[in-house]
């Protein structure tokens, strides 16, 4: 389909969306009409590409998409796919190969990498407990003691290490699979990065040397614009950040206003200027702090199962909440009717996007992924 | 400076986590001659318990429980080596460790200072912890309280571990074991067969402090 037509069918399917409500404001009443409108809403289908692209910036869509905006690998897609953790966090190819498993196996109308958080560490210089089959890889030591060592890795080169390998993955994703299929990438939030270069001397360091902190804050930020710029020109056009050591439970309403909605921020603003919207995702109970967190501007925001979806839903103003299925208690430990019980539940409760509350655990079950992807395909507009 | 003075000093020190203060202060204590043991439990466990409530109503954060946590230790430092035990009663121990595989250690971390503002002798094997280690360390210190935490849900599997080797080294029953961290909920602590899981430290330490009660004297020997 040519750009022209393409732009076309998408004025159309808006046109559609939009009358509808009309439509059925002016026929009540009237049957045939308004059998006619629903005829219409049916009819409007969307690429799953362009079914996320709305949804994640509250565009009307005919159903919800089935997707995880959470790490995906599993070790029944692995071995479906013939590709392997630890090898497919290193390898670009292994890599998309068990990212095309999401889609292809379970059913996730999405492609993502990576499937860990260490890369970011990593690129800095942090030693990485190396991951297993069933495990990912874990950052084991910390690169940055002082105000010297944030200058030294001041010029860094984006275009080295792991980093680079998974800018590699996405191209290959992106290759196949682009025009179709939304391709998602995740990174580590900014100051989830500074903690670990930092270490836990860093949640003292916010406290005490406010200098060094924001130093490290903004080298950090600095590295996040430039990696997801990075993987959006490889062809990410969904833009994960995944920022746990930020919750403002932890730290408070206080640090989390000073140091992490600055820098996140600017990676937000950084990402709308090439029209990719963001999803920012922080573990543990956020209900509190769900109103500073929209303050980024980030288009949605990905909550953990100790949240409560209709609570959460009244915090915002217009971010969307995604979750929040328990990835251990629902989604690897229970069965698929539980998995659609609770599904059904978060829907009821209006989440916008269903999904695991967090990364999906590697021995979770497909038939369960694929019960949590059934729930959500079946949520109609 | 009076006793009460002092003391008071050092619970002041460990909320507002000033180390220098709580160092100062507990050598002032021992130059006094305040009873070592006094100086830990009325005056640092006490500003290390005001912080663990404060945590709890969420009016200090992880920050605060870090900074105060370090000047606890910083005072207790000083005053250990000093400890006389009160009518030759040996401290409870604490074998603390996370799960192998899971590299984090700021959750194990804190239930370490809380259940050590407890009164809690602690024996940390770190991080990244061999499954074995944790039988060795409870046979050899006579533990009582087993602690295990993880942050991953990859490593869940080597906590069951851990609780079973106590199992088969024929000692379960000589110690308490409690299993915490964010993918860990009650349920699944009785699925492994461990004793608890606590929503936080504060709460994992007032647990540890009860149950040692339960557990005989002479179980060791």
């Not at chain 1, 393409?6 to 059998?35: E, H, Y």
């Not at chain 2, 946590?69 to 430092?77: E, Q, V």
């Not at chain 2, 004793?195 to 004297?217: C, F, H, N, R, Y």
């Amino acid at each position: 389909m040519d750009g022209i037509a393409a732009g076309a069918v998408t004025f159309l399917r808006d046109t559609l969306n939009k009358s509808i409500p009309l439509i059925a404001c002016f026929a009540a009443g009237n049957t045939n009409i308004m059998q006619l409108s629903q005829e219409f809403s049916s009819m409007v289908t969307y690429t799953p590409k362009e079914r996320l692209a709305r949804a994640l910036t509250g565009k009307p869509v005919d159903r919800m998409p089935a997707v995880s905006f959470t790490q995906t690998g599993t070790v029944e897609q692995m071995e479906a796919a013939g590709a392997f953790w630890p090898e497919a966090n290193d390898n670009a190819e292994t890599m998309a190969k068990l990212a095309e498993a999401g889609h292809t196996v379970v059913g996730f109308e999405a492609v993502r990498v990576p499937f860990d958080i260490s890369a970011e560490a990593e690129f800095f210089g942090c030693d990485i407990k190396a991951g297993t089959k069933e495990q990912q890889p874990s950052v084991s030591s910390h690169c940055v003691k002082d105000m010297s060592d944030v200058q030294r890795l001041k010029n860094f080169d984006i275009t080295q290490g792991r980093v680079a390998t998974i800018c590699k993955a996405i191209k290959i994703l992106a290759d196949k699979y682009g025009k179709e299929l939304p391709i998602m990438a995740s990174m580590l939030g900014p100051f989830s990065l500074a903690q670990h270069m930092n270490g836990d001397d860093w949640f003292m360091a916010i406290m005490t040397d406010e200098e060094f902190a924001t130093a490290l804050m903004d080298l950090a930020t600095e590295f996040n614009i430039a990696y997801a710029k990075k993987m959006a020109e490889n062809g990410a056009d969904t833009m994960v950040i995944i920022d746990p050591t930020a919750s403002a439970m932890l730290i408070g309403d206080e640090y989390y206003e000073k140091y992490v909605v600055p820098a996140h921020r600017k990676i937000v603003d950084a990402m709308h200027e090439i029209n990719v919207p963001v999803v920012i995702h922080i573990c543990g109970d956020t209900t509190m702090s769900l109103e500073l967190m929209e303050s980024s501007g980030v288009d949605a925001i990905s909550v953990d199962q100790s949240v409560d979806i209709a609570t959460a839903k009244s915090k915002v103003n217009k971010a969307m909440i995604i979750g929040n299925l328990d990835p251990v208690a629902v989604l690897w430990k229970g069965t698929p009717d539980t998995v659609r019980e609770v599904s059904q539940k978060a829907i009821d409760a209006g989440v916008d996007l269903l999904a695991p509350g967090c990364g999906i655990v590697s021995k979770t079950p497909s038939v369960n992924l694929q019960a949590m992807v059934e729930s959500a395909k079946n949520r109609k507009y | 400076m009076e006793e009460s003075e002092i003391i008071n000093g050092l619970t002041n020190a460990v909320v507002n986590g000033k180390k220098d203060q709580a160092v100062e202060l507990a050598n002032q204590a021992l130059a006094a001659g305040i009873e070592p043991y006094k100086a830990v439990i009325e005056g640092l466990a006490k500003g290390m318990e005001i912080m663990g409530e404060k945590y709890d109503c969420k009016q200090a954060f992880m920050p605060h429980l870090l900074m105060a946590s370090n000047a606890m230790y910083g005072g207790m430092d000083v005053l250990t080596p000093h400890m006389k035990l009160e009518g030759g009663a040996k401290r409870a121990v604490l074998v603390i460790g996370s799960a192998e595989g899971d590299v984090h250690d700021i959750g194990k971390n804190l239930v370490k200072t809380m259940m050590s503002a407890m009164g809690f002798e602690a024996i940390d094997l770190g991080k990244d912890v061999p499954i074995g280690k944790f039988t060795e360390a409870a046979i050899e210190n006579k533990a009582d309280v087993i602690s295990v935490s993880t942050l991953m849900t990859s490593t869940m599997d080597n906590m069951e571990k851990i609780v079973k080797s106590f199992t088969e080294k024929g000692i379960r029953d000589k110690v308490k074991i409690i299993v915490g961290g964010a993918p860990i909920t009650p349920d699944y602590a009785a699925e492994i067969g461990a004793d608890t899981s606590k929503p936080d430290a504060m709460e994992a330490a007032k647990w540890a402090k009860e149950i040692v009660k339960d557990l005989p004297d002479n179980r060791w020997s």
